[in-house]
């Protein structure tokens, strides 16, 4: 009847201050990879769906020690730079651009080192957790055709995007688009291309229209790139008020803030989002809110190139909304389980404040603190809804998009809330059991170590 059954404990975030806890359940899953139904051990079908399963070898148990996830949901990751992860990080964001991440992702002009890095980059997000990426490739086609490619092969739903750069005042002559035409032209073979592989592989792969950042944008750029997001209706991914530097240089160079300008062009819309935000004001987060777009929120990276803290409790209080990026290399880890952790210590950090020479009380923002459910929200059912997609959440309808996880063992006796809010610190790859993606298994755990 159903083509997988699931049976064990669960935890799925239901909104951003609250998860729910389903024990001991059967999940039960259709050929489509759909969940169709959710079984609780008190209805009377449990015992005869649970032996029907179990009979036709459809039945996925879970360990006592383990635990069913949705799996999570990154919007915002620079697959090439999958290569420096882990270094250089001792720059400010545009000495870094110009130093270290134009030069390498230059280097994706050769589809052999893309391939090598993109097959190493996808296998090793599903090994964490991550089931759905927002994706930025590189100006050049060829290797985002490959990371589309190999984000088929391993199962990873993938939306990915050409990187739009032109503007020769702030890209190097090496690694820039010719011109606006032809980076819009290259977007739209792009879009052709992705198109064409999603038929021939019947995965989630979605091309992103992907200005950088407005620094690497000429304004005709900017403007074709809001009306092709707009002619094919895409998704749109970008970086917005990320630093001091990149918040005054649109200011200076148009006289407006730097989510005004991408409204003027278009390109904030309810299928965009945007990364980092650390310097939005609450106008900017209010026109966010009234455009449905949605925040990237990067924790990681914003410690190195955000200079603040973005107020993640605030936005979501006021209804943005908002997910969870890796932002992978300006931060250095392709786990969400790390991004959590950061985005809940950063946002203590803002609370209290940093600096001991001010009086407490005046050091921080009161009241900025979020808890590791609310993280937990972001890097699940916040970053489903900034996609819109079916996903992230353990309901009905949604995709059967799971990762199962082992508990350390409990030295106390601990409460499903407790249970979840450790192993929510203390899961590493090694701890995931298996991956699976539209009802297929994508990653498997082979030696309970990595
Ligand atoms: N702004 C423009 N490009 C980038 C990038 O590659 N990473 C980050 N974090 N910010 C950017
Ligand atoms: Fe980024």
């Keep these: 009847m159903y083509s997988q059954v699931i049976a064990g404990t669960y935890f799925t975030s239901k909104d951003d201050q ?39 070898h459809h ?56 391939l090598k890095v993109y097959a190493s980059l996808v296998q090793t997000l599903l090994a964490n957790g991550t089931t759905t990426a927002l994706m930025f490739g590189t100006i050049y086609n060829s290797s985002n055709l490959i990371l589309a490619q190999q984000a088929a092969k391993f199962g990873l739903r993938a939306l990915i995007g050409k990187v739009a750069m032109d503007d020769p005042t702030q890209t190097p002559e090496y690694y820039r688009d010719e011109s606006a035409t032809a980076a819009l032209q290259a977007t739209q073979e792009f879009i052709e291309a992705m198109f064409n592989l999603q038929q021939q592989t019947q995965t989630t792969l979605l091309p992103v229209i992907t200005p950088r950042f407005i620094p690497s944008c000429t304004n005709e750029l900017l403007h074709g790139l809001g009306e092709l997001a707009k002619r094919y209706d895409l998704p749109i991914q970008s970086h917005c008020s990320e630093s001091d530097w990149e918040d005054q240089y649109v200011q200076d160079r148009f006289g407006k803030r730097d989510a005004d300008v991408l409204d003027q062009f278009g390109l904030l819309t309810e299928q965009a989002v945007m990364a980092h935000g650390t310097q939005l004001t609450d106008e900017d987060l209010s026109l ?84 590791m459910k609310t993280a937990f929200y972001l890097a699940t059912k916040g970053g489903a809804q900034a996609l819109n997609l079916p996903v992230g959440a353990i309901e009905v309808g949604k995709q059967a998009d799971f990762q199962v996880v082992k508990l350390a063992p409990a030295l106390t006796t601990e409460s499903t809330d407790d249970e979840l809010e450790r192993l929510l610190y203390q899961t590493e790859s090694k701890d995931i059991s298996w991956v699976m993606v539209g009802g297929k298994r994508v990653y498997q755990n082979q030696k309970g170590h990595k």
């Design 18 to 56: 609250t998860v729910q806890v389903g024990e001991n359940m059967l999940i039960c899953i259709d050929e489509q990879g759909k969940i169709v139904r959710i079984i609780a051990h008190s209805e009377p079908e449990f015992q005869q769906v649970r032996q029907a399963a179990a009979e036709q």
């Design 59 to 114: 039945l996925l148990e879970l360990a006592g020690n383990e635990r069913l996830l949705p799996g999570f949901v990154d919007v915002h990751i620079h697959a090439p730079q999958w290569a420096q992860a882990g270094l250089a990080l001792d720059r400010s964001l545009n000495d870094w651009l110009n130093t270290y991440t134009f030069p390498l992702e230059s280097r994706f002009a050769d589809d052999q080192f893309a």
């Design 288 to 371: 966010f809110r009234q455009r449905q777009t949605a925040v990237a929120h990067c924790p990681i990276s914003n410690v190195y190139f955000g200079n603040a803290v973005f107020p993640t409790r605030k936005a979501l209080q006021a209804g943005n909304q908002v997910g969870l990026g890796s932002d992978i290399s300006g931060g250095f880890s392709p786990s969400l389980y790390r991004n959590m952790q950061q985005a809940v210590m950063s946002s203590q950090m803002l609370t209290d404040g940093v600096n001991s020479e001010l009086a407490t009380g005046q050091r921080g923002v009161p009241d900025s603190r979020i808890s």
